[in-house]
């Protein structure tokens, strides 16, 4: 079975379960096998469209939000999920909440490595690699470790603001650094994947 | 008297009391009389310094700090605050805290403005104004709301957690917005211009 989440940057592979991506600026490769997708990403759907049979799985779900323009990768995110937070930790941060099989709405941060690069268009002295080790409980004594603190703290009080004492399902490039820092917490790479392998068991596609 | 702060994006003047900035892409107007002034860039400096007779005041104080770098501006916004958390909102936002007129740290925050241009270069789904009056006691509903909230919140969260229960002292543009944010605190838009004008001061200039 091959899916493909498609987002901003990546086509974000899952076939055989076996997980790759590659990036959508590329001519992606031919699989011969049909390839059930979701997408936010229209340019990126119609290249792969391209020499691929490609099955939509947005249409196939039933998914209870109130947000306006709520992201398909958010949905299935959050699909297999009926209480908790959950946080995609990518090129941005998505926070979303479900209670009761219901999305009571999210908000989106800036990625980690999103602030890098923001921090160095300010000011070439504001260039920094983020320091992933940097003492949360000091304050910081450097340009370095004053962004990153900044980077990181700011991530993580918003977290905790949102997620208060429910659990929370980080997933994502950073989702696994980032679950570090709760203790009512789990990772889970493939949370999207395995929302698409049960939508199409419960579809019978 | 003329003071100039001189920054990443502008000239900060103060003249006989009036202030303004200016571009430091243009060319500085001719002042024909000296300037005072501090700078975090040098290539701006050395252009105002082309027509105009500078005095540097960053040589004229004593500040007692750990922290390896800190900014000359960051310095003269600290430099009249005895105890408390000092918050300049800018491009950048740098935090820094005083304690008996010693300097503990600091950090560096993403400004409001800067979150905005980071969204849009992630996607241009994340093309925004900031929805300043976004309700900050409510999970978002829609994606303008999710990203005004994340910006928002994340920096009052790390202003919070690093002022604790200590007066906060406000300025630079988005101060006075931020300032309402939190009880303890003040707005004042001539800090580090203040900082200066008792430089002269002390030092007889």
Do not use: W
Not at 50 to 63: A, P, Q, T, V, Y
Not at 69 to 80: K, M, P, S, T, Y
Not at 86 to 97: C, K, Q, R
Not at 117 to 133: A, H
């Amino acid at each position: 079975m091959i899916l493909c989440d498609i987002g901003n940057s990546f086509y974000h592979f899952y076939k055989d379960g076996e997980i790759f991506k590659e990036s959508v600026d590329k001519t992606p490769q031919l699989f011969n096998k049909k390839i059930y997708y979701i997408s936010v990403n229209n340019s990126a759907t119609l290249k792969l469209k391209e020499s691929n049979n490609l099955i939509d799985l947005s249409k196939r779900i039933n998914f209870n939000t109130s947000y306006n323009g709520l992201g398909i990768d958010r949905v299935f995110a959050c699909l297999n999920i009926s209480n908790g937070v959950v946080v995609d930790a990518g090129s941005a941060i998505t926070i979303d909440v479900m209670q009761n099989s219901t999305h009571l709405g999210g908000s989106i941060l800036l990625g980690l490595l999103s602030h890098k690069k923001n921090y160095n268009s300010i000011s070439n002295k504001l260039n920094f690699d983020l320091n992933r080790e940097v003492n949360l409980n000091k304050l910081p004594q450097n340009t370095i470790d004053a962004l990153s603190y900044a980077s990181l703290k700011s991530t993580i009080l918003i977290i905790k603001d949102i997620s208060k004492d429910n659990k929370i399902y980080f997933t994502g490039g950073d989702g696994q650094f980032l679950s570090k820092f709760f203790i009512n917490s789990i990772y889970d790479k493939n949370l999207i994947f395995n929302s698409m392998i049960r939508v199409i068991k419960d579809n019978k596609l």
